[in-house]
């Protein structure tokens, strides 16, 4: 079954420090995977797509990493700021009907 | 910036009520889909649509359900009949292709079923 499984489930760090989110896939066949970023009560807003042939990739102080072998993804964030206080939900695309399958999320909580 | 759009922002509606949400998809996307968040729960996709039809669907969207685009801009679902369970936020998205192309997400609408 086509699966996306995220860790932590919820996550605080002060702000300024780093931290990198978990996210583990069993989709297949691949197409893409991809990190969102919701905040509360809002529509998810897109970081970053990966396909399998794409190791990382930057916007900002977001980096996202893909093995596709080990069907893992992570997602680091340098130098948090308050305002990256969301949940980060990692979403893979199968390339059989390219639907979107979602992960729960990681809810991040940056403190003063 | 182009932005997917959805109205309304929240609607509150009895058990058993019909009830349209709408959104204006980015002018240029041709795909659009429609997916729910219960609260505290992941996000579900109901729908994609294409070229005036049905592309894909989900076991969440039966015969309850529908989408329609009756004009060059609007997309709209509709409940039928609507049950306490379908109290959750909606979102619809657009993109320019169903595969690679990202999807941008409107908003949300939140229903609340009474």
């Known amino acids: 079954k086509n699966q996306v499984e995220q860790s932590p489930q919820s996550l605080i760090i002060l702000e300024g420090k780093n931290c990198t989110l978990q996210c583990n896939y069993t989709v297949s066949p691949f197409s893409n995977l991809r990190w969102y970023k919701q905040d509360t009560g809002r529509g998810p807003v897109s970081l970053t797509i990966m396909t399998f042939s794409e190791n990382t990739k930057s916007n900002g102080r977001y980096t996202a990493t893909l093995d596709a072998d080990t069907k893992q993804s992570s997602l680091h964030i340098t130098a948090s700021q308050l305002s990256d206080s969301a949940s980060y939900i990692c979403v893979v695309s199968a390339r059989s009907n390219y639907q979107l399958i979602w992960g729960a999320g990681t809810k991040l909580i940056i403190k003063p | 910036e182009p932005e997917v759009t959805q109205t309304p922002s929240h609607q509150v509606t009895q058990m058993g009520q019909e009830v349209i949400l709408r959104c204006v998809p980015i002018?240029?996307?041709?795909?659009f889909y429609w997916y729910r968040q219960i609260l505290g729960q992941k996000v579900e996709f109901l729908v994609s649509?294409?070229?005036?039809?049905?592309?894909?669907k989900s076991e969440i969207f039966d015969d309850q359900f529908s989408v329609e685009r009756p004009d060059g801009s609007n997309f709209t679902l509709k409940i039928r009949s609507t049950k306490l369970e379908d109290s959750a936020m909606y979102f619809c998205a657009s993109s320019v292709t169903s595969s690679y192309n990202e999807q941008f997400f409107g908003p949300g609408t939140r229903l609340t079923v009474l």
């Open positions: 649509f294409y070229n005036n039809e049905i592309s894909e």
């Open positions: 002018s240029n996307h041709l795909y």
